[in-house]
């Protein structure tokens, strides 16, 4: 049966300094990460467990259990990727063309997804994602791992607001975290992802 794995980084832990220190960047991928791929993998196991056995008295917790490890998985996956040293600026092409139309310019979108990154209750995201059945782009909340907006959205740019992603560095202190994120963007990936959603193919 294939496994759920961490995938390594597309750059060194270091790489994102000053903006991510590399401290915080090796406990994010390698410890935080790497436990939700875990969880995920072991849930699957007590779900096979459970199926052999006929007992499903436990199904409800494991269900949750499943989806927010594997939810945490994807977003991180995407996050990694979300990110370059090389990042920043402003996004180009249809991507550029998307944003304009949908929320009216650049800065209306980023003002958006700072706040609602920076806003988000507890631990969360901010994610911009394309909504398929609107063909729309949106800017949506993420508590924990779990979006609040209809299922199908596909997440294209995440930013990270668990405490674990920022606290070491920036404390209690989450827009300048948030403010900083925007100097990593990796434009290139997020238009790829966009690409992809808008064709109706899975992204990397």
Do not use: C
């Not at 939700?36 to 849930?43: P, Q």
């Not at 706040?115 to 609107?134: D, K, R």
């Not at 920022?166 to 925007?182: E, F, G, H, I, S």
């Amino acid at each position: 049966m294939a496994v759920y794995t961490l995938p390594d980084l597309p750059y060194d832990y270091a790489a994102l300094e000053p903006a991510i220190s590399g401290e915080i960047l090796e406990l994010h991928h390698a410890k935080h990460h790497a436990a939700y791929v875990k969880g995920a993998n072991d849930t699957l196991e007590r779900l096979a467990e459970a199926r052999d056995k006929g007992q499903y008295d436990s199904l409800v917790g494991l269900e949750k259990t499943l989806a927010f490890n594997l939810s945490g998985h994807v977003l991180h996956s995407i996050f990694w990727q979300n990110l370059s040293p090389d990042g920043g600026d402003r996004p180009e092409g249809e991507l550029a063309d998307a944003i304009e139309e949908h929320f009216g310019s650049f800065e209306a979108f980023k003002s958006q997804l700072t706040t609602a990154t920076t806003t988000v209750q507890g631990s969360g995201w901010g994610v911009l994602a394309y909504e398929p059945a609107g063909r729309r782009l949106i800017v949506q909340q993420v508590y924990d791992h779990h979006g609040n907006v209809g299922i199908g959205s596909v997440p294209l740019l995440v930013f990270d607001a668990w405490e674990h992603a920022y606290y070491l560095q920036y404390r209690n202190v989450r827009p300048d975290y948030v403010a900083k994120l925007w100097d990593l963007v990796n434009w290139a990936d997020v238009a790829a992802r966009y690409h992809a959603a808008t064709a109706g193919t899975p992204a990397p």
